[in-house]
């Protein structure tokens, strides 16, 4: 166990439907970190959130938003999903304290199903 | 941006030989280097790191090399044993870079150890 939680474990929705994921990092982490992961396009970073504030962005789509509240906890809001949405979603936290010490630890992920 | 190749895709190795599994990145700044093992639907799990300041290390059956004048890192598992069936993920970051510590994954080694 990482330490990191994702809910819900499984989410199956129809095309056009918008869902929200949800992660808790790891008590003391400050960074949080989204990943997809798809049969064809591998682990994609999505975006970062460092205590709040967004930190980095990748390849991430218009039509997907997120956030980090107070308590640090992160949500990812998919909206207007497409088939080739259905993916595993993956968030990761770490500490971020500087001196290299950030190793990423991941959640068990959330199994999107898009129908 | 950075961009890593992995090698081989599959790997099959007999039950106690050695496995290796070869990255290669184009980001010279880049200074993080974990590899992670992810079991089929579960998260991929850190096995072991190195950062640019040393050129291996080791954990039991485990270990890592960094050459980063070639930009290239290699993970050897040595007296391989059916649970190290899995898909290892290499990745590469440069955490002490603010915004850039997202990891940047390789396309995944499916290693199959054969009884």
């Known amino acids: 166990d990482s330490g990191v939680t994702q809910t819900p474990k499984h989410l199956i929705t129809a095309t056009g439907q918008r869902v929200t994921l949800r992660c808790s990092p790891r008590s003391g982490d400050l960074s949080v970190y989204w990943y997809q992961q798809s049969l064809d396009q591998g682990l994609q970073f999505l975006i970062q959130y460092y205590n709040g504030e967004e930190r980095a962005k990748g390849n991430i789509l218009e039509r997907f938003s997120a956030q980090q509240f107070p308590d640090l906890h992160s949500e990812l809001n998919l909206s207007s999903l497409e088939l080739g949405d259905s993916a595993l979603y993956f968030c990761?936290?770490?500490?971020?304290?500087?001196?290299?010490?950030?190793?990423?630890?991941f959640g068990p992920g959330t199994r999107l199903t898009v129908l | 941006g950075e961009n890593v190749e992995q090698h081989p895709s599959t790997l099959s190795v007999q039950e106690g030989d050695s496995a290796v599994i070869k990255c290669t990145y184009s980001d010279s700044a880049s200074n993080y280097f974990p590899w992670y093992k992810q079991e089929l639907g579960k998260r991929p799990q850190l096995i072991i790191d190195?950062?640019?300041?040393?050129g291996e290390k080791k954990d039991q059956r485990i270990a890592v090399t960094l050459n980063k004048t070639a930009k290239h890192f290699s993970l050897h598992i040595t007296e391989t044993q059916p649970e190290d069936s899995a898909v290892y993920f290499c990745?590469?970051?440069?955490?002490?870079?603010?915004?850039?510590?997202?990891?940047?994954f390789g396309t995944g080694t499916r290693l199959t150890i054969i009884p």
């Open positions: 190195i950062r640019s300041n040393v």
């Open positions: 990761a936290s770490s500490g971020n304290t500087g001196g290299g010490t950030d190793t990423q630890y």
């Open positions: 990745a590469a970051s440069n955490p002490l870079l603010f915004g850039n510590e997202k990891l940047t």
